[in-house]
């Protein structure tokens, strides 16, 4: 007697075929696959398509796309783009983006889709003052705040800069410090970062509460919790002090911490990824001084040019 054999498609080979009304419990399901599932059946409704429609659109088995929709299994993420594209629907908005969340958030987003960096930048600070996140602008521009990587000269030039301005100098690392009761590692190394993040916001806003003049130069990585640098860019007049990765390299090596040392070609790439992935966060400060093309006096002479002129005091 002869056996019929059957290949499923690949595309279906990534959840079990189980029906729909099988014997697991809500609570044995992952709650983000739960969650998943629900989405994709609104969506599915909101489209007013059947799941065979919708499963013939993907190149997936409707029994398949019953799996996803109850929870059950793990979807490739291979399905999940043939699914979106039949839904047609992003790939942020099956997985439960917030931008994706509600009409009004899907619709603000259309508005700015495809926008140039300016218009965004002209709909953020709107949005912001809007929303009276925009900061006082006669504090903010009497507060200045240097970022960049760690090793673009925040300390040296920012001290020098406050003394010149007459303004306490504020090294936000030793403020974050503080309030922990411990050092930066430490508090990454038995918090972890999203901790470490809390108190660097915590510690911001009580800088900005606490002075209303001040120079404050910001960890390297301020730039990487969206909440706390849009908090800067609203309070503080901000400089990014921008260096090539080898003045980088060798300014963290001269202050004694030869950890990037350690495997120089493997650390060099990495810096630079680095540097690479939050210059476009970096661009958005209003001033930008190059401290790698000058010597440090003549680096400190453009950066007080640049400030004063920006606080609209004599240069």
Not at 13 to 31: I, Q
Not at 61 to 83: C, D, F, K, W
Not at 200 to 226: F, K, M, W
Not at 265 to 294: N, W
Request: aromatic residues 4%; glycine residues 8%; hydrophobic residues 45%.
């Amino acid at each position: 007697m002869s056996s019929t054999v059957i290949n499923l498609p690949t595309t279906e080979r990534s959840l079990p075929e189980l029906p729909p009304g099988n014997s697991a419990s809500t609570e044995e399901k992952n709650p983000f696959l739960v969650s998943l599932g629900e989405r994709v059946r609104n969506l599915r409704a909101r489209r007013g398509l059947t799941r065979k429609a919708v499963a013939l659109a993907a190149d997936v088995s409707e029994r398949h796309l019953a799996n996803l929709e109850y929870g059950i299994g793990n979807a490739s993420i291979l399905v999940l783009l043939q699914v979106a594209g039949a839904l047609h629907c992003s790939l942020a908005e099956l997985t439960g983006d917030v931008t994706t969340s509600s009409p009004e958030w899907l619709l603000i987003r259309e508005l700015l889709e495809q926008r140039d960096e300016a218009t965004l930048r002209r709909a953020r600070v709107a949005i912001g003052e809007l929303l009276g996140t925009g900061g006082d602008n006669a504090a903010r521009s009497t507060r200045v705040a240097l970022v960049g990587l760690r090793g673009a000269g925040k300390s040296t030039l920012g001290q020098m800069l406050a003394d010149d301005l007459d303004v306490p100098f504020v090294e936000l690392s030793r403020e974050i410090e503080k309030f922990a009761g411990c050092s930066v590692d430490e508090i990454q190394g038995l918090y972890g970062m999203n901790a470490y993040r809390r108190y660097e916001r915590r510690a911001l806003e009580e800088a900005i509460q606490i002075y209303p003049e001040a120079v404050i130069a910001t960890p390297g990585g301020l730039v990487s919790d969206a909440a706390t640098f849009n908090l800067l860019l609203a309070h503080c007049t901000t400089v990014w002090l921008r260096a090539d990765a080898g003045d980088h390299m060798q300014r963290v090596a001269a202050q004694g911490d030869m950890r990037p040392m350690a495997a120089s070609r493997e650390a060099m790439e990495d810096l630079k990824r680095i540097l690479a992935g939050r210059a476009a966060f970096y661009s958005k400060a209003e001033i930008v001084v190059d401290t790698s093309a000058k010597p440090l006096e003549a680096t400190f002479v453009d950066l007080r040019a640049k400030v004063r002129e920006a606080l609209h005091l004599a240069p």
